[in-house]
């Protein structure tokens, strides 16, 4: 039995040692663009170390003078402590505070005023407390002056009474008949009612009517003085 052996295809075999040849020439490319260009970082280092040296040159070169011949004042370092004195004030401010010590005085003023006022017007009460205190003293003398001649006088008459009581009737009556009423009245008025009614049974009729309205009208008088408001 034959066995029979294909032939090699050429097509697939071209291809892939053609792109072999392309690899191996990209890769020879490649190492040479990395073998002839400057690294990056070497290229950082240079640009860093010139322009440390032209920084030491500008540091060294001594400073020009000015051309006005004056002398530079040096600027204070931000570390030094800066001495702050008081802020200005405006004049809205210093106009305020003129408005506001003027207020201050005026109610000092005010209170000056009260304070005297006050003072005048305690001194006020004293003096009046002192002259009511005065005027009352004088009052309970008054009363006592007049409670004891109103007992002098109702002594006096109690004496009038006693007489009369101790006469008759009809003797009584004679001398009533003829007493006129500011004695008669008093002596009626403080007898008993029984010795009063015999005596005014024997006077004259029209002057026991006489006697017997005055008083009543007396005795009015006298309950409306003692009686109390409401009472």
Not at 49 to 59: I, L, Q, T, V, Y
Not at 96 to 124: F, I, K, M, N
């Amino acid at each position: 039995m034959t066995l029979k052996i294909p032939a090699p295809r050429l097509l697939p075999a071209t291809i892939l040692t053609l792109a072999a040849v392309l690899v191996l020439k990209c890769g020879v490319l490649v190492q040479a663009a990395i073998t002839h260009r400057p690294r990056p970082d070497s290229l950082i280092v240079a640009a860093a170390r010139a322009a440390g040296s032209d920084a030491s040159k500008e540091h060294t070169k001594p400073a020009a003078p000015p051309a006005n011949g004056e002398q530079k004042i040096p600027v204070q370092s931000a570390a030094e402590p800066v001495k702050e004195g008081p802020p200005p004030v405006s004049a809205s401010e210093k106009a305020l505070l003129q408005d506001l010590r003027q207020r201050r005085q005026e109610l000092d003023a005010r209170a000056d005023a009260v304070a005297t006022r006050e003072s005048l017007l305690l001194a006020t009460e004293q003096k009046l407390a002192g002259r009511v205190s005065e005027l009352q003293s004088l009052q309970k003398r008054l009363e006592g002056l007049d409670s004891a001649q109103k007992q002098k006088e109702d002594a006096g008459w109690q004496g009038l009474v006693k007489l009369y009581e101790a006469m008759k009737p009809k003797d009584a009556a004679t001398i009533f008949n003829e007493l006129s009423m500011p004695v008669l009245l008093p002596v009626l008025d403080r007898m008993k009612e029984a010795k009063a009614a015999s005596v005014m049974a024997a006077m004259n009729p029209d002057k026991a009517r006489e006697v017997t309205a005055e008083l009543a009208q007396l005795r009015t008088r006298r309950d409306a003085r003692t009686t109390p408001p409401g009472g």
